[in-house]
């Protein structure tokens, strides 16, 4: 393949993936779930540390007891077309909660496996380039996935770790709830390159105002 066709191809698949929050019943092949893991495993991680484990949770009664613990804890989310999404992940067949295992840290260097704050940076980098391979991944199976964030907090993150039985250093970093989607997304606006692009000794001129970055956020505000 040439570096042509592969970028082509992958700007392709980051285009397809987006946020879905409404899902079928339809079961998800276990195939397709090992897939998406194996992709994420492929991730780069701060010093090669890969402090990742993934939890596939299929089982219905599992699955309930997470979300009657995430409709408790976790706030529903507008999206940028108003649509509610709290709840809607209840109907994905698979969760996959990624988690990070903070006994990881021994692999990093004297000076930062001390520092929580520095420790935490790297985690947090690392969990989220293994989460959006594990996104990409679906997408390139024709699958829907949502990024659900509240299964991180503190209070969902201590219940759920009960009920599925994981250990303490573990941390929750997010929910991926997974299937077939039951609608398309609305349309994605994307701020545009010449915007965004900043070269050398570029200046305060260069970036937004206060006042485009506020009218942006007004937008996009749940
Ligand atoms: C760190 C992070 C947390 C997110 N948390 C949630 C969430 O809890 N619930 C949800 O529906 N979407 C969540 N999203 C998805 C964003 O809302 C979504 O990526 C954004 O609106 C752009 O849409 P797209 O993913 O379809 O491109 C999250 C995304 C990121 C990167």
Redesign the pocket.
């Given at each position: 393949m040439s570096g042509m066709d592969a970028y082509s191809g992958l700007l392709e698949l980051v285009k397809k993936?987006?946020?879905h929050?409404r899902f079928l019943p339809d079961p998800v092949p276990d195939e397709a779930i090992t897939k998406i893991v194996d992709v994420a495993r492929w991730a780069p991680s701060g010093f090669h540390t890969q402090s990742w484990e993934f939890v596939v949770v299929r089982k219905k009664d599992v699955k309930d007891k997470i979300v009657a613990v995430l409709e408790k804890y976790?706030p529903p989310?507008k999206?940028?077309a108003g649509e509610t999404?709290g709840g809607s992940f209840r109907d994905a067949p698979v969760f996959i909660i990624l988690f990070c295992d903070w006994r990881a840290r021994a692999g990093l260097p004297a000076g930062a496996r001390e520092r929580d704050d520095l420790v935490a940076n790297i985690f947090c980098s690392s969990m989220?380039g293994a989460f959006l391979y594990m996104h990409l991944a679906a997408a390139s199976l024709g699958l829907a996935s949502?990024?659900?964030?509240?299964a991180g907090g503190p209070d969902s993150e201590r219940e759920i770790k009960k009920i599925l039985g994981v250990p303490g250093p573990l941390k929750i970093y997010?929910m991926m709830a997974l299937g077939y989607a039951a609608q398309p997304?609305a349309p994605?606006e994307v701020r545009s390159l010449e915007e965004m692009i900043h070269y050398d000794d570029c200046g305060l001129k260069d970036f937004r105002n206060d006042g485009e970055v506020a009218v942006y956020a007004e937008k996009?505000h749940a």
């Open positions: 993936r987006r946020t929050r976790g989310i999206n940028p999404s989220a949502q990024w659900y964030s509240a997010d997304p994605k996009t």
